[in-house]
């Protein structure tokens, strides 16, 4: 009866009756999709939203309704029983000593805790769910651009978190402090385009990178070697070694590249925000003693030989966005994941793995320009990139395009997606819009941000631009055929 009477009441009330169907469809597909996914079928990203954050919000507002029906349902009955309108005044009295009482503390205390449950389930699942690469990269389709770069580099089975987050509540709390604003900023079509390089969110190489990587560990020299093709064609073949000394700690003492971020030579700068314009650099030594440079060329210096502030001429304007930052790991490899090509490197790379046949006269040129053209859309692009390798081939070689018809359709398709994971036309993401700091392919960038003549102490000494300090030369653009030869003549 007690049952009956509960069930009676809420159904009496349309709030409490609402919150009674939201409550339960909400639990009923959260058990399902829950199921669903514990059975292996695979999901769209956005069912991770729904499942895991959005149904336990309004299972939650549900149950809030049900007890509010009840409780408004009551009151109104009692305020009836006061004029005598409804029989019955008594007010609930809990009576362990009666079953039905008992029957309906269990009931209600088995729905609480089924409640709980399922609440809890959603709440953990949730959290997971946002920690995950689909939630990070698929989701949100403004990280189309990142998650395609992420998914072809080194690190394409870490997770986003671990470096984006890392350990600890703080941080935990702060990323999604800061995912509330880009859900809002995405809500309103606000969000940057391209989206910016978060340099000042990261947390420090010591608290991500160096779970996994040691850089104290000494290294020495290491072989590298670096292939490209001419724009001939034959596609030549060339290769450069470079003996880079990778250095690192031994007997207390650091050598080569990795000299830079021992602890014991702190190396702290200033720069914009993007670091790409770096204004001041200050070695502190192990003893303690600082040295400082100045970068000569910029143009509107925030700072003088002193470190005060300095005083602007009429209409210059200062730098208010200058930042100071210790070096790390992350200041050379800023792209270890995110990694985005050059035209050169993805036409080249796609030879050397020999996805686009070499045999292909002047594919490398010809692949090169279609890349670097001004193409409107991704579909426009793949489209004209296929269109227009097969047209210069029917048009400039029709034996070779009757004879390797299938490798230059292959070599359409490889080009075309090679300018489709590189160029995001939405997102205003093209080539050499995310620099890579490793080595010095362009002006200002990597070591040429502070390895430069413009950047001098007080006293005029400049930064050291000796190359040797970080590799050898052992082969300049050879081709590699030549290479090889010389290898086993060695050997």
């Given at each position: 009866?007690?049952?009956?009477?509960?069930?009676?009441?809420?159904?009496?009330?349309?709030?409490?009756?609402?919150?009674?169907?939201?409550?339960?469809?909400?639990?009923?597909?959260?058990?399902?999709?829950?199921?669903?996914?514990?059975?292996?079928?695979?999901?769209?990203?956005?069912?991770?939203?729904?499942?895991?954050?959005?149904?336990?919000?309004?299972?939650?507002?549900?149950?809030?309704?049900?007890?509010?029906?009840?409780?408004?349902?009551?009151?109104?009955?009692?305020?009836?029983?006061?004029?005598?309108?409804?029989?019955?005044?008594?007010?609930?009295?809990?009576?362990?000593?009666?079953?039905?009482?008992?029957?309906?503390?269990?009931?209600?205390?088995?729905?609480?805790?089924?409640?709980?449950?399922?609440?809890?389930?959603?709440?953990?699942?949730?959290?997971?769910?946002?920690?995950?690469?689909?939630?990070?990269?698929?989701?949100?389709?403004?990280?189309?651009?990142?998650?395609?770069?992420?998914?072809?580099?080194?690190?394409?089975?870490?997770?986003?978190?671990?470096?984006?987050?890392?350990?600890?509540?703080?941080?935990?709390?702060?990323?999604?402090?800061?995912?509330?604003?880009?859900?809002?900023?995405?809500?309103?079509?606000?969000?940057?385009?391209?989206?910016?390089?978060?340099?000042?969110?990261?947390?420090?190489?010591?608290?991500?990178?160096?779970?996994?990587?040691?850089?104290?560990?000494?290294?020495?020299?290491?072989?590298?070697?670096?292939?490209?093709?001419?724009?001939?064609?034959?596609?030549?073949?060339?290769?450069?070694?470079?003996?880079?000394?990778?250095?690192?700690?031994?007997?207390?003492?650091?050598?080569g590249i990795h000299w830079h971020v021992d602890p014991a030579n702190q190396v702290t700068y200033r720069s914009d925000p993007s670091r790409e314009d770096i204004r001041e650099v200050v070695l502190t030594r192990p003893d303690g003693t600082e040295k400082r440079w100045f970068n000569s060329a910029d143009p509107n210096p925030r700072w003088n030989a002193n470190g005060t502030e300095e005083e602007h001429a009429e209409g210059d304007e200062p730098i208010p966005t200058d930042i100071w930052r210790t070096m790390d790991c992350a200041d050379c490899h800023n792209r270890p994941t995110h990694v985005y090509w050059t035209p050169e490197q993805a036409i080249d790379q796609a030879l050397l793995r020999g996805v686009v046949s070499q045999d292909l006269p002047f594919v490398r040129r010809e692949g090169l320009r279609l890349l670097k053209e001004e193409w409107g859309s991704t579909e426009e692009a793949v489209a004209g990139i296929f269109e227009g390798l097969e047209a210069f081939y029917r048009e400039s070689y029709p034996s070779v395009a009757a004879e390797m018809a299938g490798e230059i359709a292959t070599a359409g398709e490889v080009v075309g997606d090679l300018w489709a994971t590189n160029v995001f036309p939405q997102m205003n993401v093209t080539w050499g819009t995310y620099p890579d700091h490793i080595g010095h392919a362009g002006f200002k960038s990597g070591c040429l941000r502070c390895h430069t003549s413009s950047m001098t102490t007080e006293d005029g000494e400049a930064v050291s631009t000796d190359c040797s300090n970080c590799h050898q030369v052992l082969v300049m653009d050879r081709p590699a055929a030549q290479v090889r030869l010389t290898a086993e003549a060695t050997d």
């Open positions: 009866m007690r049952v009956q009477r509960f069930l009676i009441t809420l159904t009496r009330s349309p709030v409490g009756l609402i919150g009674t169907i939201l409550a339960g469809t909400c639990g009923f597909l959260i058990v399902t999709l829950t199921l669903w996914e514990s059975i292996g079928t695979e999901q769209h990203p956005y069912l991770g939203i729904i499942t895991y954050m959005v149904l336990p919000i309004f299972f939650t507002i549900g149950l809030v309704l049900i007890f509010l029906g009840i409780r408004r349902q009551n009151k109104k009955r009692a305020r009836l029983s006061e004029t005598g309108e409804i029989a019955e005044a008594e007010y609930p009295v809990v009576d362990l000593n009666d079953d039905r009482t008992r029957a309906w503390l269990v009931s209600a205390g088995a729905f609480g805790v089924m409640a709980a449950i399922v609440i809890v389930m959603g709440t953990a699942k949730g959290v997971e769910y946002v920690d995950s690469n689909a939630f990070c990269g698929e989701t949100c389709h403004v990280m189309e651009p990142e998650f395609t770069a992420y998914q072809r580099s080194p690190h394409a089975r870490v997770h986003c978190v671990e470096c984006h987050v890392g350990s600890g509540a703080r941080f935990f709390l702060k990323a999604k402090v800061s995912g509330v604003r880009q859900v809002y900023r995405l809500w309103t079509n606000s969000y940057d385009r391209p989206i910016p390089t978060p340099v000042q969110d990261l947390r420090p190489a010591s608290a991500t990178c160096e779970h996994c990587h040691w850089p104290a560990k000494f290294v020495g020299d290491r072989t590298q070697v670096n292939d490209k093709f001419r724009s001939d064609s034959a596609n030549t073949h060339l290769q450069t070694i470079l003996l880079v000394h990778v250095g690192g700690e031994t007997m207390g003492e650091s050598a």
